[in-house]
């Protein structure tokens, strides 16, 4: 019998294939569908910490309303808050309530004072893990690498002291000595690293000559730099590592979990071909461990890592030449 459970962040999950915070995470009805689908787990659409302020912000009315007092101001404001924060709040209950795969929140903060805050709202609430969702753009010049990376660390830190439930951090790749710094965040303290975020890239309408949208789906070839990443890293990692960005097929999936990936976590492909696709990805792995004669996800889970290859360099290789990757 061929079982896709397995194990992410210390719970169960049903399948491999985790729903990853998006627009499809938001609501109770697109939830149950990935339940129905075959979703492992879902990642609820993150809560950013802007979005609250701003829409708290909203609620207070300017000084010519005419109640511009300080306390007044600072009641509507939190009033604003609690009422911008209730949504997420009561969909994790619902969520919690009505599935039984994992739910797992997510939140990005601009200010660090305001994470341990919010993670014990979301604790509260009945999440069984918190991703945390942390993007901070190297532009600029004056900040350098050790010191974006502490910003980081300091952040872990904070977190880790005041959850209760298992956190991951999702991170993006824009790191100079990646291999390093994975492996010193996995061991202070996450359960999970969710590798890679695929952030928002703005584009150029050069007839307008104005900044616009870039292309906000990942296409099917982008799982190449997870690929790499995670079968360097695994088996060095402190902690469970669910691999992101560009996972459209169960044939990927599976080499993912062969690099060492507890589990994936999938986006584009849902927006692209509706969350069926969760079902038929489950159906690939499940075809795929039958030929290859496993019965469980552990059964495979690694087995083509840099630690264990008889050929290593292999993983390392990044010139195109001719006698080592054998194009041109
Ligand atoms: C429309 C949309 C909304 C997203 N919203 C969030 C979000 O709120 N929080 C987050 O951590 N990632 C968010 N993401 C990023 C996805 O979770 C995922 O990491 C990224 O799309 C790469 O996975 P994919 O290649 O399967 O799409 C969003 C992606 C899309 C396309």
């Known amino acids: 019998m061929i079982n896709l459970s397995t194990t992410y962040l210390g719970l169960k999950l049903p399948s491999p294939v ?13 939830l149950q569908a990935c339940e129905a689908a075959g979703a492992g ?9 802007e979005q609250i302020l701003a829409e708290a912000e909203g609620q207070v009315p300017d000084e010519e309303g005419g109640l511009f007092h300080s306390e007044a ?27 039984k795969i994992p739910v797992i929140a997510s939140v990005n903060c601009r200010t660090s004072n305001r994470w341990e805050e919010f993670i014990h709202r979301l ?6 893990a918190i991703e945390l969702n942390i993007n901070l753009l190297s532009s600029d010049a004056r900040l350098a690498g050790p010191e974006l990376e502490a910003r980081y660390e300091e952040l872990l ?15 993006g790749y824009h790191f100079s000595a990646l291999a390093a710094f994975l492996f010193r965040l996995s061991h202070s303290g996450p359960k999970g690293l969710v590798l890679f975020n695929r952030p928002f ?9 104005e900044l616009t949208t870039g292309r906000y789906l990942s296409s099917p070839t982008e799982y190449q730099m997870p690929l790499r990443w995670i079968s360097l890293t695994s088996g060095r990692l402190g902690c469970d590592v669910c691999a ?18 507890h589990a994936v976590q999938v986006v584009s492909v849902l927006y692209e071909h509706g969350i069926e696709s969760i079902g038929r990805m489950n159906e690939e792995i499940r075809l795929w461990m039958q030929r290859h004669d ?32 054998g194009i041109e």
Do not use: W
């Open 294 to 325: 496993c019965q469980r996800i552990e059964d495979f889970r690694g087995r083509l890592r840099q630690v264990d290859s008889p050929n290593p360099a292999a993983y390392e290789r990044v010139q195109f030449m001719r006698h080592t990757a």
């Open 123 to 128: 604790e509260k609430a009945g999440a069984d």
């Open 157 to 171: 830190a904070q977190v880790r002291e005041t959850a209760t439930v298992p956190v991951a951090l999702k991170l």
């Open 73 to 99: 101001y600072e009641y509507l404001q939190e009033y604003g808050e609690e009422n911008a924060l209730a949504a997420s709040l009561s969909l994790i209950r619902e969520a919690k309530r009505c599935l």
């Open 244 to 261: 992101a960005t560009g996972i459209h097929s169960g044939e990927t999936a599976v080499k993912l979990i062969l690099a060492g990936a």
């Open 41 to 49: 787990a879902v990642v609820l659409k993150s809560i950013f910490e």
């Open 201 to 209: 890239f703005p584009d150029f309408d050069v007839e307008k000559l």
């Open 18 to 30: 985790i729903v990853g915070s998006c627009g499809l995470t938001k609501s109770l009805k697109a």
